[in-house]
């Protein structure tokens, strides 16, 4: 079992920046896969990064959307994962999610098991 909570999210204009926080308890963290995916209103939910284990060597994916803007990073030493956000824009706005699994990498939302409760990002002016 994994719990997830998760901190970070609130209004910020276009161009800014935000970090949100997802820290995980109870499996050994540093074996989990991370992941951060985000639902906008009417949207279906979106990858948007991902970390892997340490056993796999902590490499990262992005979305096309979101490259060179975001950044995920995991600290393992405090059980939590990070999503770094700048450049922010009106349509990164969205309800964003943490996401663990317990083998590797992936983009998916139907591959991860274990979920955070969301946080609201608003990018707006």
């Known amino acids: 079992q994994v719990q997830l909570v998760q901190s970070g999210g609130e209004l910020v204009q276009p161009g800014g920046s935000l970090r949100l926080s997802c820290a995980a308890s109870g499996r050994l963290f540093s074996s989990v896969a991370m992941g951060w995916f985000r639902q906008a209103p009417g949207k279906e939910r979106e990858f948007v990064a991902a970390?892997?284990?340490?056993?796999?060597?902590?490499?990262?994916s992005a979305a096309a959307s979101v490259k060179g803007r975001f950044t995920i990073s995991r600290d393992n030493a405090k059980n939590t994962v990070y999503l770094q956000m700048n450049s922010l824009k009106p349509e990164d706005t969205a309800a964003y999610y943490c996401?663990?699994?317990?083998?590797?990498?992936?983009?998916?939302?139907?591959?991860?098991?274990?979920w955070g409760q969301g946080t609201q990002v608003t990018v707006s002016s």
């Open positions: 996401a663990a699994r317990t083998f590797g990498l992936s983009t998916k939302a139907s591959e991860y098991v274990y």
């Open positions: 970390i892997s284990s340490v056993g796999a060597g902590e490499t990262t």
